[in-house]
């Protein structure tokens, strides 16, 4: 995958392949609830209404939390962070006075190389 080029027309263009893996996850549900009758809904438009809003708040977050931080166990989510690589201060030359910026840069650098790897040995 990845090849384009422009080509002149009606010449041979150049081929993608794309091979697709099976996989599967289990569905995880986030939920909250609070009690709270029919009738008292009912009678309390604004009472469901602040309910329906802070319970998605709050399933809201808990997903959020769970992407980024999750661990796999349980009913938790697998989550970006635990997933990462650590940062590589290999990247940083010392005697150049680096600066936030560069260790932005580097970090850029390091996801791009590890995600073409990562690319290319699922294409192979």
């Not at 009690?35 to 309910?51: C, G, R, V, Y």
């Not at 999750?70 to 650590?86: C, K, M, R, V």
């Amino acid at each position: 995958m990845g090849i384009a080029s422009p080509v002149a027309e009606a010449s041979t263009k150049p081929e993608n392949a794309v091979t697709f893996t099976s996989s599967s996850e289990k569905i995880r549900t986030i939920a909250t609830w609070i009690p709270a009758t029919k009738q008292i809904l009912d009678d309390f438009t604004e009472l469901a209404s602040f309910l329906q809003t802070s319970l998605t708040y709050y399933v809201n977050l808990e997903e959020e939390l769970q992407l980024l931080s999750g661990d796999n166990t349980g009913e938790n989510l697998h989550g970006i962070i635990p997933q990462a690589s650590a940062f590589n201060t290999g990247l940083l030359v010392p005697t150049a006075g680096w600066n936030k910026i560069d260790i932005v840069g580097r970090a850029i650098e390091q996801l791009t190389v590890q995600s073409s790897t990562l690319w290319t040995s699922e294409m192979t």
